[in-house]
């Protein structure tokens, strides 16, 4: 959304030039980059004292954060509301639990990277494990995905067809690259923030991204090469 | 491509290169920088080498679109029907639910499900023709019966969720038969409304989406399959 706007399109790196930034921005914090790690945790605090607004304030806060993590893992939004809206039931019920030991944003990321690996376990014993074609994706039309205005027509369409194929291809890794690679070069966090969520070593998650960056760009290469 | 040829490739300076690249892209975005000599190396190697150029290109308009694909969005009404699902959850798990509170609570949750089977029974769809086979949250199923509503028990126990609905369904002079992993129900429709009333006080159970077809006038049996974790 504000990081499709504020970096609209691409641009072809300079091969000369090795120490080039990405200048890449920063994925807007939920809810209009209005909360802040203390706020979340005052929030959790009154949930698990029974105050109900509280619960919604942060669902609302942190909605399509984990929705678009559980959709991006599992590619089925079907499937995805049912594990977010799981995600925040565990919420609900454990917020006591929430020590502030780490950012609650990670905690909550740790729960839904659980259980949408759970989820996908679970698929696979049924065998309807189900991943969705590019035309699939591209039906759902603008309402699926995150506000595109200000770019224009044209772009507009590249730009949905290269994020289709992406999140095809993404489809494609194996769950645990999965999970490190749209954490990190999605959702934006650092490797410290994933090392948390996940339970790996930090060196391990850097291999892991490596890999799976590695896979993608090899399964992407006609459209990045 | 034999166990040498792997690991001469691992330790390849291309190999080493396309690490190194990784790193120097993650550094631009608040990672440790590379350390002086190991940029010195990519730069000097990069210089004279095509290929990890390319790579270098590559990789960085990969993270360029990955970065830009837009947000899935949560559906529209998400947050509130989080909202009900955890309060009618809370209560009908006793460890959460404060015993003065728990009939009215468990109307809740029972006025949840039953909410949801009357959504449910109102938006699917006409069936679909021929094969016997249904359409359930779009996977195919060898049913007979159709259509059907699918429920799940996450996190609880094949075997306390056989014990519940096994009472439940006889109660409601319904009939149960092991499918594999699962359990059909067959339920008369008139206890439809009942059975699932019973089932939203007793246990953690969801409903799930089934767009099999529409429960016309004529249908006297309701299928149910619950699916066990």
Redesign the interface.
């Known amino acids: 959304m504000v990081r499709a706007m504020a970096n609209p399109r691409p641009t072809a790196p300079d091969v000369q030039r090795p120490q080039q930034k990405l200048e890449l921005a920063k994925p807007a914090e939920p809810n209009g980059g209005t909360t802040s790690g203390v706020e979340d945790v005052a929030l959790v605090e009154r949930i698990a004292g029974g105050d109900d607004a509280a619960f919604e304030q942060l669902v609302e806060r942190y909605q399509h954060r984990i929705f678009s993590f559980c959709a991006r893992m599992l590619q089925d939004r079907q499937e995805a509301e049912d594990v977010a809206q799981d995600v925040f039931i565990t919420l609900y019920k454990n917020a006591g639990e929430f020590r502030g030991e780490s950012q609650f944003s990670t905690w909550l990321f740790r729960i839904a990277k659980n259980q949408t690996l759970n989820r996908i376990k679970y698929l696979e014993r049924r065998g309807r494990s189900k991943k969705r074609s590019v035309d699939e994706l591209a039906d759902d039309g603008p309402g699926a995905l995150a506000d595109p205005q200000d770019v224009p027509a044209d772009d507009r369409i590249a730009d949905a067809q290269r994020a289709a194929l992406v999140q095809e291809a993404i489809g494609t890794l194996a769950e645990d690259h999965r999970a490190v690679v749209v954490l990190r070069d999605m959702e934006d966090l650092s490797y410290e923030e994933i090392s948390e969520i996940t339970g790996l070593p930090i060196g391990t998650v850097k291999s892991r991204i490596h890999r799976g960056r590695s896979a993608l760009a090899r399964r992407l290469k006609r459209i990045f090469g | 491509m034999n166990l040498f040829e792997r690991t001469r490739l691992l330790f390849s300076p291309h190999a080493r290169a396309?690490?190194l690249i990784?790193?120097?892209?993650?550094a631009?975005?608040?990672?440790a920088s590379l350390p002086p000599s190991d940029q010195a190396w990519?730069?000097q190697h990069?210089e004279g080498c095509v290929s990890c150029?390319?790579?270098?290109?590559?990789?960085?308009?990969?993270?360029?679109?990955?970065?830009?694909?837009?947000?899935?969005?949560?559906?529209t009404g998400?947050?509130?029907?989080?909202?009900m699902?955890?309060?009618a959850?809370?209560d009908v798990?006793p460890e959460?639910v404060v015993p003065e509170r728990r009939f009215g609570l468990g109307g809740v949750a029972a006025l949840a499900m039953v909410a949801g089977l009357f959504v449910f029974a109102a938006i699917i769809p006409t069936g679909k023709d021929g094969g016997g086979g249904v359409q359930v949250?779009?996977?195919a199923t060898e049913l007979q019966d159709r259509p059907h509503f699918v429920v799940r028990a996450?996190g609880v126990g094949a075997a306390k969720v056989r014990a519940q609905i096994t009472s439940i369904v006889t109660a409601h002079e319904g009939t149960l038969e092991a499918a594999g992993?699962d359990v059909l129900v067959r339920i008369p429709r008139a206890e439809l409304i009942g059975a699932m009333q019973d089932l939203a006080q007793r246990g953690r159970f969801?409903v799930?989406?089934a767009d099999a077809g529409e429960i016309g006038p004529g249908v006297e049996t309701i299928v149910i399959r619950f699916?066990l974790?």
């Open positions: 396309e690490r990784d790193d120097h892209l993650d631009a975005r608040g990672e990519l730069e990069l150029r390319a790579v270098r290109d590559e990789r960085h308009a990969l993270l360029e679109a990955m970065r830009a694909a837009p947000t899935e969005r949560a559906p998400f947050a509130g029907r989080v909202l699902a955890a309060k959850r809370a798990e959460v949250s779009g996977h996450p992993d969801k799930s989406k699916e974790d």
